[in-house]
């Protein structure tokens, strides 16, 4: 069992950034495939940005493309969401997931254990 918590979340205004930040705990012996999806009110939940097991791959979704950025740490069993020039169309919850059996999971059936989220709120 992996338990995934976020933090960093928070009201920010139009054009500021915010860093979130995803710590894993329980079975972290291997790393796993990581993902950031938002759901905003009244939309499906959308995957925004993965990175692969070792963080040689990444995925962006074109929304995101060149404001926000995925890391992780290893060591730290951590994985972070650079957000930058944050629009109010990126309010959401935003919730990291975690996928066991892929190098990279670019698919919500991929991921195997999910955080509990992290309210964004955008204000313009």
């Known amino acids: 069992q992996v338990l995934l918590v976020e933090s960093g979340g928070g009201l920010v205004q139009a054009g500021g950034s915010l860093r979130l930040s995803c710590a894993a705990s329980?079975?972290?012996?291997?790393?796993?495939?990581m993902g950031w999806f938002r759901q905003a009110p009244g939309k499906e939940r959308e995957l925004i940005t993965a990175?692969?097991?070792?963080?040689?791959?990444?995925y962006y979704a074109d929304s995101v493309k060149g404001r926000f950025t995925i890391s992780r740490d290893n060591a730290k069993n951590t994985v972070y969401l650079q957000m930058n020039s944050l629009k109010p169309e990126d309010t959401a919850v935003y919730y990291c997931?975690?996928?066991?059996?892929?190098?990279?999971?670019?698919?919500?059936?991929?991921?195997?254990?999910w955080g509990q989220g992290t309210q964004v709120t955008v204000s313009s």
């Open positions: 997931a975690a996928g066991l059996r892929t190098l990279l999971a670019l698919t919500p059936y991929q991921y195997d254990y």
């Open positions: 329980g079975r972290t012996d291997s790393s796993y495939a």
């Open positions: 990175i692969s097991r070792i963080g040689t791959s990444t």
